[in-house]
Nanobody
Framework: QVHVVESGGGLVQTGGSLKLSCAVS????????MGWFRRSAAGQERDFVA?????????QYADFVNHRFIISRDNAEKMVYLEMNNLNIEDTAVYYC???????????????WGQGTQVTVSS
């Protein structure tokens, strides 16, 4: 059984920073691509934010990230991180971490999801 648990969300002011963490237990973490997605209060879908391949050599970001976020992973600790800088109100959302052998920049291919962590950016 694979478990994915996000943490690190919270309330931050515009221009501030947060670092989200994602802990994965069970499964073959070193084989998984890992992704971060988000869903705003008004959104019906989870939008792609960032992904990192199994060994951390390749990453991809959504256009709206605009060089503000950094995704990283620690295979020894089975952790994935999303460092978010220069946050704005539009970044307010529930952020989800996902693991999958074939997942990349869409929902498809991610088999294991966390429950999400709320990020709220205030003016």
């Amino acid at each position: 059984q694979v478990h994915v648990v996000e943490s690190g969300g919270g309330l931050v002011q515009t221009g501030g920073s947060l670092k989200l963490s994602c802990a994965v237990s069970g499964g073959a973490f070193r084989s998984y691509n890992m992704g971060w997605f988000r869903r705003s209060a008004a959104g019906q879908e989870r939008d792609f934010v960032a992904s990192i391949n199994w060994n951390g050599a390749t990453t991809q970001y959504a256009d709206f990230v605009n060089h503000r976020f950094i995704i990283s992973r620690d295979n020894a600790e089975k952790m994935v991180y999303l460092e978010m800088n220069n946050l704005n109100i539009e970044d307010t959302a529930v952020y989800y971490c996902a693991a999958g052998l074939t997942g990349w920049n869409t929902l498809f291919g991610y088999d294991h999801w966390g429950q999400g962590t709320q990020v709220t950016v205030s003016s």
